[in-house]
């Protein structure tokens, strides 16, 4: 109950916090999300990222269905319902870190300073990180019936642990790390040899299944191919997982962005000398205990794919929900080392609670970031000044926010820093222009991307609906059939241009392709009252 009302005093602000960044892509531009008629897309084709890229998280995508169902667009749903995660989440990492403590109160104290642990943040106040805390929910379920089975010999158990590790690997990537992770557990704790077989082979059951589905699905290859490429695919993606395991790939970045900053502060420097020392205590022990043993290995696992053990130390204060799941393996080491400390127990709650005390006050303060969209923006560009995304970002929500002057001054930055022209930074100084009335000068920046990228869907899409509302319907219809022809054909995008097209055509007098492409667009976008609208006005 007092961890309970502790996340409720910390985090209960979150509940009036707005949409922002990828929730808008995530719930309202997802297509799959939107319809139970959609659920063969959602378990049956990958999803794309801002960049184009595949992805493949079905049961993550089904999360968001199922709430945008229940929620609407009503923000202050989602984050009851993150928060509530988070309380179940709470409690199963009690019952966890009491499991490996004879100290019942200093596993509460441990418990306490994991949820008011900054890195937290980003987890508990933003919708679209929630899918870490189901997946850490699943992580402690799985560990704790690991440990059951051991005592109980359950066949259940068995399946309901292959079941777990299953959701999980098609929740998030991550998923996929449960498997190594849970082996070593069995390796160091159980001590009967035939459980151990038992619970690998489960284990092994239940992960290659679903890497060889998400290697067919992520790279496009369905069953008309050879077994032998989709086994290639597979070994492929495994082996590049695994370079990044031991070579982490973004070491050099990290080691630029460790140069102490002008943002830097007291409270960021009071932080890591905290996070440190917790790190090196629980290195020095951690090779003498079972426990500590398994918490640092699990915590390693967790983090190099992602991230790097240095940024964790540079990140202690910065919120990154990539480092969820790690600071799991991470305190549950410090909390099995401080056990075995032979050091008076008063001065370790007393230190517990300094601890707990100033993460709680940089914890409050910095969750106000996620409030609303503006909010998030300047503290990325605070964080990352010369990163353009940021900056374009920022430039974003200004638009929104109808402040074009300082929408421009961020957009022209966000071109500065870069030298490969980028499509959405080209595309939001167009749509600046265009609202400013400067429509020649609109032109001339989508027309000088276009020079460089003849196949960017964004700005012909962009191109022809500026030329559709000057009337310039033969031109628009040049530039949108071209971008319908690059457009993902299951994204709002392509609904939105076809769409237009359905409006040029509609003009024109020809009435069966306008219905063609209204129909094809509410096949993308069923309740988009525009589209119907349209549809209606073609018969």
Not at 9 to 18: A, D, M, P, Q, T
Not at 137 to 145: A, D, K
Not at 332 to 348: A, H, Y
Request: charged share 20%; with cysteine; proline share 3%.
């Amino acid at each position: 109950i007092l961890i309970f009302l502790f996340i409720a005093i910390l985090y209960g602000k979150s509940v009036f916090f707005s949409f922002i960044a990828d929730d808008w892509f995530n719930i309202f531009d997802n297509a799959k999300v939107h319809s139970l008629t959609d659920l063969n897309k959602i378990f049956f084709t990958p999803q794309l990222n801002f960049s184009g890229a595949p992805y493949f998280r079905p049961i993550d995508n089904l999360f968001f269905l199922i709430t945008y169902k229940a929620f609407g667009n009503k923000p202050f749903l989602y984050h009851v319902f993150s928060l509530t995660l988070f309380l179940v989440f709470a409690y199963l990492l009690f019952f966890v870190y009491g499991r490996f403590s004879k100290d019942k109160f200093l596993a509460f104290i441990f418990v306490l300073i994991f949820v008011c642990h900054p890195v937290i943040v980003e987890v508990v106040c933003w919708i679209s990180a929630r899918n870490q805390i189901i997946l850490g929910i699943l992580f402690l379920l799985t560990l704790i019936l690991i440990d059951r089975y051991v005592r109980k010999r359950s066949f259940i158990g068995l399946i309901v642990i292959s079941a777990l590790t299953s959701v999980a690997i098609l929740f998030h990537e991550l998923g996929f790390l449960f498997f190594p992770v849970f082996v070593i557990y069995c390796l160091i704790f159980l001590e009967d040899r035939k459980v151990k077989i038992k619970i690998i082979l489960t284990l092994l059951v239940s992960i290659i299944p679903w890497v060889v589905l998400r290697s067919f699905l992520v790279n496009n290859q369905f069953l008309p191919h050879p077994l032998s490429v989709h086994l290639y695919t597979f070994f492929t993606l495994f082996a590049s997982y695994l370079k990044n395991i031991f070579t982490p790939f973004w070491l050099k970045i990290y080691y630029y962005d460790l140069q102490i900053k002008s943002s830097f502060d007291k409270d960021v420097l009071i932080s890591i000398l905290i996070f440190t020392g917790f790190l090196a205590l629980s290195l020095y022990y951690a090779l003498k205990l079972k426990t500590a043993r398994f918490g640092l290995f699990a915590f390693i696992l967790f983090i190099l794919p992602s991230s790097g053990l240095i940024n964790l130390i540079h990140k202690s204060l910065i919120a990154d929900r990539y480092l969820f799941l790690p600071l799991i393996g991470l305190i549950l080491t410090c909390l099995n080392v401080t056990d075995k400390l032979k050091i008076n127990r008063k001065l370790i709650y007393s230190m517990g609670g300094i601890v707990i005390l100033i993460f709680s006050i940089i914890n409050y303060n910095l969750s106000d970031s996620w409030k609303d969209e503006l909010t998030y923006s300047l503290r990325k560009v605070r964080e990352f000044p010369d990163n353009f995304e940021e900056r374009n970002n920022l430039g974003t929500a200004y638009i929104n926010m109808g402040l074009l002057e300082e929408a421009e001054k961020e957009i022209n930055l966000a071109m500065s820093l870069t030298d490969k022209p980028s499509e959405v930074v080209y595309s939001n100084m167009g749509y600046i222009k265009y609202l400013k009335g400067e429509i020649d000068e609109a032109e001339k920046i989508y027309l000088n991307y276009l020079s460089f990228d003849q196949k960017s869907y964004r700005i012909l899409y962009n191109l022809g609906t500026l030329y559709l509302e000057l009337n310039k319907t033969g031109l628009s219809k040049y530039y949108l059939e071209q971008a319908i022809l690059y457009a993902p054909p299951d994204s709002f995008e392509y609904a939105d241009i076809a769409n237009n097209l359905g409006i040029i055509c509609l003009i024109s007098g020809d009435n069966k392709k306008a219905r063609y492409y209204f129909e094809s667009a509410l096949k993308i976008k069923p309740y988009e009252e525009r589209y119907q609208k349209n549809l209606r006005a073609s018969y």
